[in-house]
C-alpha cells in the first residue's frame, strides 16, 4: 500500500508519533463518554484554508461544553505546520492535506461528573486529504431516528458524540444510498451525516434554516454569503419539507473536505443529469474562490 495515502500522522500534546501507535489513556473522557470537541480542515494550493472560521467554531464548541482550549489559535497553526511537515518528510507527500483537531476534557477516575478530569488534551491528525467524489451521491432519509433536537445534544456543537451521524449513515448504506439526509423532530430537512444540503430552484438556492438544527457548516456559510452572491445567484434559507423535493431541479451537499458535490437522488427523487447546470456553476466559483483564498493567506501554508 502506498504509504502517501495510509500513512496517518498525529501529534498528542506536542508529541509527534505514527496515529496507530497508542497515546490516549484508557480513561481518556474523549474514549469513554465523547466528552470532546473537534475541527477538521483541509488545504487548498498547499494553504489552511478558513483557519479562523473553523477556530472560532471550535472556541463555540468548547464554550457550550464548559471546555478550555489547552491551545490558542497561534499555537495550533504552529502545531499543525510542524504535524504537517513531519507527515510529508515521512510519506514524501507535496499534495493537499487533511488535518483533524480533537481536544478532550482530559482523563480521570471514571464517572460523568466533568470536575472529575485532570486536564484538557489534544490531538492533531494530518493524512492526504480525500480525492475528489467523483460522482453524484445518493441519499437517504432515515426513518428509524432522527437529527437529534438542539434542546438535547445541539447539531451547532461540534463534538465527539457522532453517534446520531453514524447510526443514520449506516441505515442509509443498507438501503443502498451513499449518505444519511437527516429529518428534525418536526420532519423538516436539515443535513447530511457531515456535510450541509443546497437545493436549487431555477436560479435561487434553497437551504435549512442553522435554527431547524444543523452545523453551521464553514462552506455553506462562505458558499452562502459570498461566492453564491458572487457568481449571480439568490439564496434563501428556509424550513424544507421532504414533500417539496419534487419541487427542485439540483441539488448538492458541500462540506471543507468534499466541497461543493453534487445529488443524484434523495429517496424517490432523481436528478439523473447531476450536476446540473446550477451545481457546476457553483463548483467552477467555488474552486476559483477558494484558489484566490490561498492567494490572499500565504502565511497559512503547511
Known sequence: MDKRTSYIQANSNGRLHPADEPAVSPLNR????????????????????????????????????????????????????RTAAAFRSRTGESGELYVRLQVTRGAGPIGLDPGLA????????????????????????????????????????????????????????????????????AGDLTEVSAASLVLVEGTRLITPRLEDGLLAGITRSLLLTQVAPAAGLAVEERSIRPA?????SEAMALSTTKDVVPVAAIDGKEWPEAPGPVTRRLMTAWQKWVYGYAQRNPGLRV
Do not use: M
Open 30 to 81: 474523549g474514549y469513554l463518554y465523547g466528552d470532546a470537541v473537534y475541527e477538521v480542515w483541509r488545504t487548498h494550493a498547499g494553504v489552511l484554508f478558513a483557519f479562523a472560521e473553523h477556530w472560532a467554531r471550535l472556541e463555540r464548541s468548547a464554550s457550550a461544553l464548559h471546555l478550555a482550549l489547552p491551545l490558542t489559535a497561534t499555537q495550533c497553526r504552529e502545531e499543525i505546520a
Open 118 to 185: 485532570d486536564r484538557p488534551d489534544w490531538t492533531l491528525l494530518v493524512q492526504r486529504a480525500p480525492a475528489p467524489v467523483s460522482r453524484a451521491l445518493r441519499l437517504a432519509i432515515p426513518r428509524a431516528l432522527r437529527r437529534n433536537p438542539a434542546e438535547c445534544l445541539n447539531p451547532a456543537w461540534k463534538t465527539g458524540n457522532y453517534l446520531n451521524n453514524l447510526l443514520g449513515v449506516g441505515e442509509a448504506r443498507r438501503c443502498g444510498a451513499d449518505d444519511a439526509l437527516f429529518l428534525n423532530q
Open 244 to 248: 417539496e423535493l419534487g419541487c427542485f
